[in-house]
């Protein structure tokens, strides 16, 4: 990952959760940089997303970041609220800083209030360290059930020299639009207008984040934000949404590769759906399928089930029109298996780590594209016992 | 399982799928018996779905009713189609009775036409026998991935005598609303209009198959038919449409407690909704959750998915007027934990096999219950290589 100018990073621990590693991190940025975000829609969603959509609304100046890792402090009531005011004061002193330059983020277990005295120590200790973290380190940090760290990075060039995005994200459970992802932070040296950077990362995620589902369960924490420290060149707008997206994109795809459990992943393209908006119904209702992603997961050709995701989408389909590949390999066209269908190249297909699967409605001119992973074992060896 | 006077039932092998058990069944029905039904509302039904929606609109007289099991004959195309045509066209003829008069379904592989000469043989076999099979076996008969088979009577007094209502199901996947089961059928004796059967299924229907969910995914042979043989006392409306909910209901909750891979039955009860149907909707998210139903697997009282999965659902809910209880015992009031939370009851009724889940809104007085199952390796192992 590239270093981005005028971000610092260092990490900490709390032991909220885990013991003997890292699981917090604070990004301090630069005078002058802006953010923008894309804050999950949950009704009940944490403290510390309402702080950030707060914090969005009154200044999109930014000059702090802070996760919390192992506690989501979501759904704790009056405590929750005030362990994320007490980490924002602390740092808002510490580092001379306005409070609602202080954006703050945390994922793990619901229910339980972020432990105030293990924050704040950790938020102490941060503060009094001069070592510095790799942007490596910064993203295992963060990470919750993950198996790999998540990050991304891409240059763009301009007259004026290179423009750096680089981003970090976690996963890997609870996974499904809108937000796609637990949470996801990007940093730039660009220099740009705030309401340019939120519209650039407004197509960004819906090209990326809110184009993954692992489990068609959405977080009550899902956060992504962007941070523009101003020291760079300024960018062309189209060119610079292009390589957000493109960061995102990488992140996202990192994020469905390490769902919980996950040994493929899947593509799902639908086409010749009414609207894109209606393809894109069709290809959730398909990559949300338990029983796609357990037939893609014993490597079966059932195509079966996705007639059977298709037609339960409630969007405009008919029987008759509908064709189906795996691999680019044509399974059913037009209602029915094709003429002397071979399964050997698809069960070829479908035995590697990265599956297509295409589907014409053949109804009209709608596209879309999500990004799934299978459903095995190890979803439920995770989840059934995550957290006891 | 009682007898219902005016029913004959035989079964037979076809060996679409299964050898050496039986694999279809013929209920034959007593001139006057009449039909309604609830049919499966995907875009990508079968022509069995097609073939008795036009036949209770044409004519809800029945004299048949001809199942396949290990072939659901979905997503076939003409050939499909015509296997389901030379079924009618030979019981009509073999029984002399109209081809509307005549209902089909199947159930198994999607997307393998029915092979119509196992299908007429198997037909003119049952139709030659004399054998007449018991209800126990004849649930048998069209069971698929079923571990048990699913019936279910009732008894309704009236002062002219009793009226009998039994039903037999199959299940066990690809199980949601709506319909939310693959296959259900119930007989009765009464002497009732088939507008008013119609009315008392509709009822029935939404209070038993149309709540429960094993995986969110709604097959495309769902079907629900009644047949009413007219040969008992007429019966009070409004006593026959609870008893008919009554069978409907233990049928449907047969088929949850055998959704693949199931090991513990799940009543999620959602009231202080702003209305009925956002109860359910909150309902149905939490039941489809596949991190609420691996926690419960774990038998680990999770409630924090449970506030993902309201908050996740798109209906008007405020995180600190929610209220959670596990077995009648609260774990979180007004948006937190409970003062003095002691997790030990709450494991207690965890481990066992009925799990009662209740979650209060606090916004209104709309209320909804669904019934679901755990989600455990055991889905995996049966959904990873089904077809294969």
């Known amino acids: 990952m590239d270093a981005v100018p005028g971000v610092t990073l260092k990490t900490g621990r709390a032991e909220y959760a885990y013991q003997g590693r890292d699981d917090v991190l604070l990004a301090t940025l630069v005078d002058g940089t802006v953010a923008a975000g894309v804050l999950t829609q949950s009704a009940t969603r944490s403290p510390e997303v309402d702080w950030c959509r707060g914090a969005l609304q009154a200044d999109q100046s930014a000059r702090a970041?802070?996760?919390?890792?192992?506690?989501?402090?979501?759904?704790?009531?009056?405590?929750?609220?005030?362990?994320?005011?007490?980490?924002?004061?602390?740092?808002?002193?510490?580092?001379?800083?306005?409070?609602?330059?202080?954006?703050?983020?945390?994922?793990?277990?619901?229910g339980v209030p972020l432990p105030q005295d293990k924050a704040n120590a950790a938020v102490q200790a941060v503060l009094g360290s001069d070592a510095e973290a790799t942007w490596q380190s910064a993203a295992a940090a963060i990470g919750t059930t993950d198996t790999f760290s998540k990050g991304a990075s891409r240059s763009l060039e301009t007259t004026d020299g290179p423009i750096t995005i680089t981003g970090i994200a976690k996963g890997s459970g609870m996974i499904a639009p809108d937000m796609a992802t637990m949470l996801a932070f990007v940093f730039t040296d660009a220099k740009i207008a705030q309401k340019d950077l939120q519209a650039?990362?407004?197509?960004?995620?819906?090209?990326?984040?809110?184009?993954?589902?692992?489990?068609?369960?959405?977080?009550?924490?899902?956060?992504?934000?962007?941070?523009?420290?101003?020291?760079?060149?300024?960018?062309?707008?189209?060119?610079?949404?292009?390589?957000?997206?493109?960061?995102?994109?990488?992140?996202?795809?990192?994020?469905?590769?390490?769902?919980?459990?996950?040994?493929?992943?899947?593509?799902?393209?639908?086409?010749?759906?009414?609207?894109?908006?209606s393809a894109k119904t069709v290809a959730l209702a398909i990559a949300n399928s338990p029983l796609v992603k357990t037939a893609i997961a014993g490597e079966d050709?059932?195509?079966?089930?996705?007639?059977?995701?298709?037609?339960?989408?409630?969007?405009?389909?008919?029987?008759?029109?509908?064709?189906?590949?795996?691999?680019?390999?044509?399974?059913?066209?037009?209602?029915?298996?094709?003429?002397?269908?071979?399964?050997?190249?698809?069960?070829?297909?479908?035995?590697?780590?990265?599956?297509?699967?295409?589907?014409?409605?053949?109804?009209?001119?709608?596209?879309?594209?999500?990004?799934?992973?299978?459903?095995?074992?190890?979803?439920?060896?995770?989840?059934?016992?995550?957290?006891?």
């Open 65 to 110: 970041l802070w996760v919390n890792a192992g506690n989501s402090n979501a759904f704790t009531g009056s405590r929750g609220a005030q362990a994320t005011r007490g980490i924002v004061q602390l740092l808002s002193d510490g580092l001379a800083v306005g409070e609602q330059q202080i954006y703050l983020a945390s994922t793990g277990v619901i």
């Open 200 to 277: 650039a990362l407004r197509v960004a995620a819906d090209n990326s984040f809110n184009a993954i589902t692992v489990d068609s369960d959405t977080s009550t924490s899902d956060t992504l934000l962007v941070f523009a420290t101003q020291q760079g060149p300024s960018p062309d707008l189209a060119a610079f949404t292009d390589a957000l997206t493109a960061v995102c994109h990488d992140l996202a795809l990192q994020v469905v590769r390490d769902g919980e459990g996950a040994q493929k992943l899947i593509e799902v393209r639908v086409g010749g759906a009414v609207s894109d908006a």
């Open 301 to 388: 050709a059932n195509w079966g089930r996705v007639v059977m995701a298709v037609g339960k989408a409630g969007e405009p389909a008919e029987r008759d029109k509908l064709s189906i590949a795996f691999g680019g390999i044509a399974v059913a066209q037009n209602g029915v298996c094709v003429e002397g269908y071979d399964e050997a190249p698809v069960a070829a297909h479908l035995a590697g780590s990265e599956i297509f699967l295409d589907v014409d409605l053949g109804l009209g001119a709608g596209l879309a594209v999500v990004w799934t992973c299978d459903l095995t074992h190890g979803y439920i060896s995770i989840n059934a016992d995550y957290r006891s």
